[in-house]
Nanobody
């Protein structure tokens, strides 16, 4: 089970840090990703981090603004978001895959409940 938190309402240019806690299993054994889904849109990958050695992939739309990381000691993963834009508004989900590295939605086995991020203009 995954628990996502940290969403909220920010102004354009603001920042947020999302957290994903693993409950009942070790995140270090999984590839982790953050996805987002805006109303009327399909769920899309934002950032993915593989199992060690933590190979990272970002969507082009967030490169240079978002940073994915994991803290194995805390059994948690994070998504730091800066320079937020209104088009970043969406429900953000963390997900875990038993694969070494995964970038597609259907490769992920476990999903958090989602946390709303709203960026006002």
């Amino acid at each position: 089970q995954l628990q996502a938190s940290g969403g909220g309402l920010v102004q354009t240019g603001g920042s947020l840090k999302l957290s994903c806690a693993g409950v009942g299993f070790r995140l270090s054994d999984n590839a982790i990703a953050w996805f987002r889904q805006a109303p009327g849109n399909e769920r899309e990958p934002v950032a993915c981090i593989s199992r060690a050695p933590n190979r990272i992939t970002y969507a082009d739309s967030v490169k240079g603004r978002f940073t994915i990381s994991r803290d194995n000691a805390k059994n948690a993963a994070y998504l730091e978001m800066i320079s937020l834009k209104p088009e970043d508004t969406a429900v953000y989900y963390c997900a875990a895959s038993t694969s070494y590295r995964a970038t597609a939605t259907d490769e992920y086995d476990y999903w958090g409940q989602g946390t709303q991020v709203t960026v006002s203009s």
